[in-house]
Structure formats: C-alpha cells, structure tokens
C-alpha cells in the first residue's frame, strides 16, 4: 500500500478522519515494532472513542513476538478506537481476531479490501 514513511498516517475519506496502518508484506523485525510505536502515539494524540482505523495485514507474516506486541497495542489504544476495519485476515486467523476483539470490548469488522474497510469506516455514526 506504501512505502515505510507512509504506512501510518490520517487521511480524509468522504468526509471522514481514518488512520491507515498499513502492516501488509511484513514479517517480524524493526521495521514492524516501530511502526506499531508510529500508531500507538498518533491514536494516543486523539480524544478517546474517535479514531477510525484500517489495519491491512494482508501478506504478513507474525510471530510470537509480533502478537504479544499486537496485544499490548490494542490494550493500550482500546479507549481511543471508536472503530478498526481489518484487511488480509482470514480463516482461522480471522476467527481468532474476532474472539479477541470481543474479549477486549473492542469494536472490529474484517473487510475483503482497503476501499471496502475506508467506505464502512465512513458511514460509521
């Protein structure tokens, strides 16, 4: 979706604020732990229950690492999320991130692609 500068970062779509985070064709590394750190400071700057977010992971690849990390993300930035689409979860995976959203208290759609996941992220009241 874009280079590593661009991965994170608010954009306006029919109106609306959302932030992109764009995990997609990344495995495990530096590269992956500082852009989450990139999006827990962004969404931390918002008021709480405003940010709608898209998180493509399509083509990632996660380790343990990678998913203890996610988890304590998501903890964190819970209060801030008013909505997340996820891209490129599928299956099992996506089975399992649903079950987790839920534990969390955290609202969560999967959607098949980046335009789908912004255009539902619009229309949320």
């Keep these: 979706m874009a280079d590593e500068n661009n991965r994170v970062r608010f954009i306006e779509h029919k109106g ?3 932030l992109i985070q764009d995990y997609s064709a990344m495995t495990p590394g530096p590269e992956f732990y500082r852009l989450v750190e990139q999006a827990r400071v962004l ?3 918002e008021p ?3 940010v709608l977010t898209v998180v493509d992971a399509t083509g990632s690849v996660f380790d343990t690492g990678v998913l203890q ?3 304590e993300f998501v903890k964190v930035n819970t209060p801030y999320i008013k909505k997340t689409a996820v891209v490129g979860i599928t299956g099992l995976k996506e089975v399992g991130l649903l079950a ?5 208290g955290r609202p969560l759609d999967t959607c098949g692609n980046v335009p789908e996941a ?6 949320v009241e």
């Design 16 to 18: 609306r604020k959302i």
């Design 43 to 45: 969404i931390a700057a």
């Design 48 to 50: 709480f229950r405003s």
């Design 69 to 71: 990390t996610l988890k």
């Design 100 to 104: 987790v959203s839920r534990g969390l």
């Design 118 to 123: 912004l255009d539902m992220l619009a229309g």
